[in-house]
């Protein structure tokens, strides 16, 4: 994506009740990785709890 001149990946989290461990850790990897090639990944509405994760372990909301 970066290469096709993305630098930011936007996914709306408004209808999102739940998300695990199993959820979170893919998405970090993928903003981890996107993150080292020079793009963002922006979670907007992010706002519930993360079950079996202490807080602020995805800080990608905005």
Request: negative net charge; contains cysteine; proline residues 6%.
């Amino acid at each position: 994506m970066v290469r096709s001149g993305y630098d930011e990946i936007i996914v709306n989290c408004r209808h999102l009740h739940y998300i695990d461990a199993d959820g979170v850790a893919p998405t970090r990897h993928i903003a981890e990785i996107f993150g080292e090639l020079g793009g963002k990944l922006t979670l907007p509405s992010l706002d519930l709890p993360i079950d079996g994760l202490g807080e602020g372990v995805l800080p990608l909301a905005a």
